[in-house]
C-alpha cells in the first residue's frame, strides 16, 4: 500500500489519501476513531478532494483526517478506479495525475 493513493469514484470526484504511521500507541493519539478499540501503531489518514483548474490540472481541499488501525482507516477510503501520480508537492497540497 503506496502512502498516497488516489482514487477516482466518478468523472468529477477524485479523492487523494495520504497515511502517515504516528510511531504511537493510543495512548499517546487515543482510540482507533473507527472501532474504538486501542491502537498499537497509530496511523493517520488525511483526505483531499479535488478541484479542477480549465487547464486539466487538479488541486486538493483538505476533507479532514481520520486516525486508529492501518486496515480500519483504509477500509474507509471510497472505492473507485486508481490513478497515477505525476506530479507531487506537499508545500501547496497540488497533484497532478492521469489515469491508469
Ligand atoms: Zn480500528
Redesign the pocket.
Known amino acids: 500500500m503506496p502512502a498516497v493513493e488516489i482514487v477516482k469514484v466518478y468523472a468529477d470526484t477524485v479523492y487523494v489519501y495520504r497515511l502517515t504511521n504516528m510511531a504511537h500507541s493510543s495512548a499517546k493519539f487515543g482510540n482507533?476513531q473507527?472501532?474504538?478499540?486501542h491502537?498499537s501503531e497509530v496511523h493517520l489518514q488525511t483526505k483531499y478532494g479535488q478541484c479542477k483548474k480549465a487547464n486539466g490540472k487538479y488541486f486538493w481541499a483538505d476533507q479532514g483526517a481520520l486516525w486508529?488501525?492501518k486496515?480500519?482507516v483504509i477500509g474507509k477510503r471510497e472505492t473507485g478506479k486508481k490513478m497515477n501520480l505525476k506530479k507531487f508537492t506537499f508545500g501547496n497540497n497540488s497533484w497532478e495525475v492521469e489515469e491508469q
Open positions: 482507533c473507527v472501532c474504538n478499540k491502537v486508529g488501525h486496515d480500519c
